[in-house]
């Protein structure tokens, strides 16, 4: 058997000593200290692994704290849009049927869609989005037909243009120059000799001058097949072509061509046929 002879002096004492080692406990010695130090290697990556683990768990686990709270937020965001659009949608009929607009059912108002479709990560936000662009639509065409009536109600003859006592209406009477049984095509009304005449809605003035039987008189073209007539006025405040405003003086009154007495005549003409005037006016006559 190998052995390693190791002599060991010790000078003080002026002696030897003589070791005798067997080569293999050299080997084990060797193989023990590499041993330990590759144990010691592992031991030190398996405690750094885990507290980078232990590190990495933590922040993972702040995230989803956080993700949590964040998707409780847009939860209720959510939910709460979701309640500001079934109002809007409500608000949205209860305009149309103020204007006169079709009501949408409320399984119209879902937009539902069929086929093949690519996959959503959230299919309520993406209904949602459908339903809003639906109800945009929906308001544009509110808008439009809001415009379409403010325009219509603009030129509508609603309010009276004098303000006094009506002493004969609309309707068949006995003509009192003649006593003949015919169509008063309007309504007299009397008021004080020069009480300023307002046009009853805006409009274009067609004709300002004399005319027979009416005396001095004004007609204003209101759009949409509307008009108005004054008749028997004392003065005119307009001219063909004027552009007038409802409430604007436009004549004063008076007693001008075939009259009895000082008084308005005041029609209104739809499609070009007298029609009783009572049936636009939305204000109270004041003097009755």
């Not at 303000?163 to 008021?191: C, E, K, M, N």
């Amino acid at each position: 058997m190998e052995r390693l002879q190791v002599l060991v002096a010790l000078k003080r004492r002026n002696r030897f000593f003589n070791l005798s080692v067997p080569a293999y406990a050299i080997y084990l010695g060797i193989a023990g200290v590499v041993a330990v130090l590759v144990l010691g290697s592992l031991l030190g990556s398996f405690a750094v692994s885990r507290l980078t683990d232990h590190g990495r768990l933590g922040k993972l686990a702040r995230e989803n704290t956080t993700l949590k709270a964040q998707v409780a937020s847009y939860a209720a965001a959510m939910d709460t849009f979701r309640q500001f659009l079934a109002k809007a949608e409500q608000m949205d009929n209860k305009l149309r049927a103020s204007i006169n607009l079709p009501l949408i059912p409320g399984d119209i108002r879902l937009m539902g869609i069929g086929g093949s479709q690519p996959p959503s990560p959230e299919p309520g936000v993406d209904a949602m989005l459908r339903r809003l662009r639906f109800e945009q639509q929906s308001m544009a065409e509110i808008e439009g037909a809001v415009k379409q009536q403010e325009s219509r109600l603009t030129n509508m003859p609603s309010i009276w243009p004098v303000q006094g006592w009506v002493t004969s209406g609309y309707g068949y009477r006995r003509d009192p120059f003649t006593g003949a049984r015919t169509l008063h095509p309007g309504l007299d009304i009397v008021a004080p000799a020069g009480t300023p005449v307002e046009a009853t809605a805006a409009g274009h003035v067609t004709y300002a001058g004399w005319k027979s039987g009416w005396g001095r008189c004004v007609e204003i073209d209101h759009g949409g097949g509307i008009r108005t007539f004054y008749g028997h006025c004392r003065s005119l405040k307009v001219s063909v072509g004027d552009n007038v405003f409802r409430g604007d003086e436009i004549a004063t009154v008076g007693s001008s061509g075939r009259s009895t007495g000082t008084h308005l005549h005041y029609g209104v003409l739809a499609g070009g046929s007298w029609t009783n005037p009572g049936n636009y006016i939305l204000t109270q006559l004041s003097a009755n």
